[in-house]
Structures are given as C-alpha cells and as structure tokens.
C-alpha cells in the first residue's frame, strides 16, 4: 500500500515551519518543558481539572523513538480518590502488543472509564526525508488495578494526515518525594514502521477531569449524565506550591526531565450564613 502524500506536501511544508518557527522563538528553552494548570475557579479543598502540557524540541533531542512518558504529581492532590474512573477499560493484550488497532470511538470501552481528553502533535519523519506534521485526539482511561496500581489505557486518535488509532498501555503508581504519584504511558514503537518512519512528539496536552467528560447514571429509571468529580485539592497549599516532574524516555536509553511549579487557589471559601 502506498502512501499519497505529494497532494498535501505544501500544506505539510508549511505545518512544519510553523512547528520550525514556535521552536526558534523559543530557542533558549530547555529541550523539555512542563507546566501544570488548574481550573481558574479552583480552589483549596475542592476538585478541578488539572490540565498538563508537555513540550519537546526534537531539535535538542535524540531522533530515537519516544518509548515512555512519566508525569510526577504531588501527594497531596487526589487524582486516584477523585470521581473519576469510575468503569474499567480492558483491552486484549494483542492490542497493546500490535499498537495499530481498528475500534469504534473509545475502544469500545464504557464513558465512565474516561479519565481525560487531550491532543498531541508529532513529526512524522519518512525515509525519503520528508517530515509531516500528524496532529491526533487523546483519550486517557482507568483501566484494571494490577499490582495495586490502577492501570491506565490511552487511545491517541490520528485526525490527519494518516488518521491512524493507537493504543498504549500504562498506570498510576508511587513516586518518591518531593512527588506522590506518578502517571506513566508507555509507548511501544509500532511493529513494522520502524523501516518506514520515525516519529517525533513535539506537544501533548491531557487535561485529567476535562469539562467535557460526560458520566452516566440510572436515575428514576433513566440514564442520566453529570460531570464527574475531578482531581481533589488538599485544604491546605504545600509549601512553594504544587510541584510537578515530567520524564521522558526514548529508545535509546536516553532520558530527559523537566520540572514545574504550579501557585496554590485560594482556599474554598463558605457560603456566609448571613445570606
């Protein structure tokens, strides 16, 4: 099967010096970046979507595969006690072994299982030295506890140019202070690309207890949707703030980490009794 990709050759051109042009902005920058937000109505012993987005040059980078990601989070926010993950994603071990899969919208897997949405831009490198920016849809899931870890199933949905669905596996496990927890994905190279294409994270944005996760419950005798409850927040701030780490591993055995830290909401505050 061939790929037709001289239709879309300007198109990719010019997605590329884009990429090219927001790297040279930023040319004094570190290879890795970063940052963690939450909701800006979040407060101090409330829940809230902790938005993540991690940033690679690959001009500053080995151009081997990118086989792990590593997201280091502080004990005291609650992402596992939170309201979200309420179902289980399984998927067949052939799944993650193959990579590449065919499946409907969330693998087939319940909404309640949805963790966090997300997107990620990579450069697709093909052997004839042309490079081609892919953009794609990421979907985080809880999937079955092992170990006592809960683990993790992460769909990324090509949207274009080749529209591919990947499926990675990972988990939710311990991390050593200053950190609590960690979100790790692992990211096996795709069975037979190797000779064909490597590729190139540049950004990935995942956004646990997104708005737009959408649960569902019998209510009355009917399935009902609410939004899940997010990540939970201690009542008070650690000291410095929220401090988190990315890690990021490729297949050369190289790794590559970035530090971030997050300022503290205000606290949640009560309703006054004199209203």
Same mark, same amino acid.
Not at 37 to 55: M, N, P
Not at 138 to 144: E, I, Y
Not at 228 to 247: H, K, N, W
């Given at each position: 099967?061939?790929?037709?990709?001289?239709?879309?050759?300007?198109?990719?051109?010019?997605?590329?010096?884009?990429?090219?042009?927001?790297?040279?902005?930023?040319?004094?920058?570190?290879?890795?970046?970063?940052?963690?937000?939450?909701?800006? +109505? &979040?407060?101090?012993?409330?829940?809230? *979507? =902790?938005? #993540? @987005?991690?940033?690679?040059? $690959?001009?500053?980078?080995?151009? %081997?595969?990118?086989?792990?990601?590593?997201?280091?989070?502080?004990?005291?926010?609650?992402?596992?006690?939170?309201?979200?993950?309420?179902?289980?994603?399984?998927?067949?071990?052939?799944?993650?072994?193959?990579?590449?899969?065919?499946?409907?919208?969330?693998?087939?897997?319940?909404?309640?299982?949805?963790?966090?949405?997300?997107?990620?831009?990579?450069?697709?490198?093909?052997?004839?030295?042309?490079?081609?920016?892919?953009?794609?849809?990421?979907?985080?899931?809880?999937?079955?506890?092992?170990?006592?870890?809960?683990?993790?199933?992460?769909?990324?949905?090509?949207?274009?140019?080749?529209?591919?669905?990947?499926?990675?596996?990972?988990?939710?496990? +311990? &991390?050593?202070?200053?950190?609590?927890? *960690? =979100?790790? #994905? @692992?990211?096996?190279?795709? $069975?037979?690309?190797?000779?064909? %294409?490597?590729?190139?994270?540049?950004?990935?944005?995942?956004?646990?207890?997104?708005?737009?996760?959408?649960?569902?419950?019998?209510?009355?005798?009917?399935?009902?949707?609410?939004?899940?409850?997010?990540?939970?927040?201690?009542?008070?701030?650690?000291?410095?703030?929220?401090?988190?780490?990315?890690?990021?591993?490729?297949?050369?055995?190289?790794?590559?980490?970035?530090?971030?830290?997050?300022?503290?909401?205000?606290?949640?505050?009560?309703?006054?009794?004199?209203?």
């Amino acid at each position: 099967m061939r790929l037709r990709l001289r239709p879309r050759a300007a198109l990719a051109a010019l997605a590329v010096l884009c990429v090219v042009a927001w790297l040279d902005g930023t040319a004094a920058a570190a290879p890795v970046r970063v940052a963690a937000v939450f909701d800006r +109505d &979040a407060a101090l012993g409330g829940s809230t *979507a =902790l938005d #993540v @987005r991690l940033r690679l040059d $690959p001009s500053q980078l080995t151009r %081997a595969p990118l086989t792990e990601v590593r997201f280091a989070y502080p004990r005291s926010l609650g992402l596992v006690s939170s309201g979200l993950g309420l179902a289980t994603c399984t998927r067949p071990a052939s799944d993650f072994a193959q990579v590449l899969i065919v499946a409907p919208r969330l693998g087939g897997c319940p909404p309640n299982a949805v963790m966090g949405f997300g997107t990620a831009l990579a450069l697709v490198r093909l052997t004839n030295g042309q490079v081609i920016p892919e953009y794609a849809a990421v979907t985080v899931l809880s999937g079955p506890f092992e170990h006592g870890r809960l683990g993790l199933v992460v769909f990324v949905d090509g949207q274009r140019p080749f529209g591919a669905k990947l499926a990675f596996r990972g988990e939710v496990g +311990d &991390a050593p202070a200053p950190y609590g927890g *960690a =979100l790790t #994905v @692992r990211m096996p190279m795709v $069975p037979g690309l190797e000779e064909l %294409a490597t590729i190139s994270l540049v950004e990935l944005r995942i956004t646990i207890g997104s708005h737009a996760i959408r649960y569902y419950e019998r209510r009355g005798g009917q399935q009902v949707a609410y939004r899940p409850t997010g990540v939970e927040l201690p009542l008070r701030c650690p000291a410095g703030g929220f401090r988190f780490r990315a890690q990021v591993r490729f297949a050369d055995h190289s790794r590559r980490s970035a530090l971030s830290s997050t300022p503290c909401p205000p606290a949640f505050a009560s309703p006054s009794s004199g209203r």
